[in-house]
């Protein structure tokens, strides 16, 4: 597996609890826009319409060779995945402060391009500050580990 792009803000903003792997329905000038990595997921986010999964708001830049052949770069795509899963990610999304944000696209062995997207919850300020002081305390402590050992 390749990954393509990753989307940084969504583990800093939400509190990460399930992930799901979901194929995605795409036009032949977005896979080659995202195998040369032109994806963009910051203010992505994934919905559900009608019993199926959406991905809004992700921006695949147009892919120059295709010139008038080219894909709109905002459009709703959709997301493949199994009924089973779309009916746990509706009972779970209908509770309070649940959402469902892309995290990464990548290519899986076989070529096809895959999203992974995450049943997350809404961080407070003060979540995200203390989240950054624990960070910055363990970066702390394994440079003071590697400074002993030398």
Request: contains cysteine; aromatic residues 8%; charged residues 35%.
């Amino acid at each position: 597996m390749r990954v393509i792009a990753t989307n940084k803000k969504a583990y800093h903003n939400y509190e990460i609890f399930d992930s799901y792997e979901a194929g995605i329905s795409l036009l032949g000038s977005e896979v080659k826009s995202i195998r040369e990595g032109k994806i963009s997921l910051k203010e992505g986010y994934a919905e559900i319409k009608g019993g199926e999964v959406y991905l809004l708001n992700c921006n695949i830049s147009p892919y120059a060779p295709a010139n008038r052949f080219n894909h709109e770069p905002q459009r709703d795509r959709k997301l493949l995945l199994h009924r089973r899963q779309i009916k746990r990610l509706i009972g779970k999304t209908k509770e309070k402060g649940f959402t469902l944000v892309p995290t990464k696209v990548l290519i899986n062995d076989k070529g096809k391009v895959k999203v992974e997207i995450a049943l997350a919850k809404g961080k407070r300020a003060y979540q995200k500050k203390e989240a950054i002081k624990e960070r910055d305390l363990e970066r702390e402590l394994r440079a003071e580990i590697k400074k002993k050992w030398r």
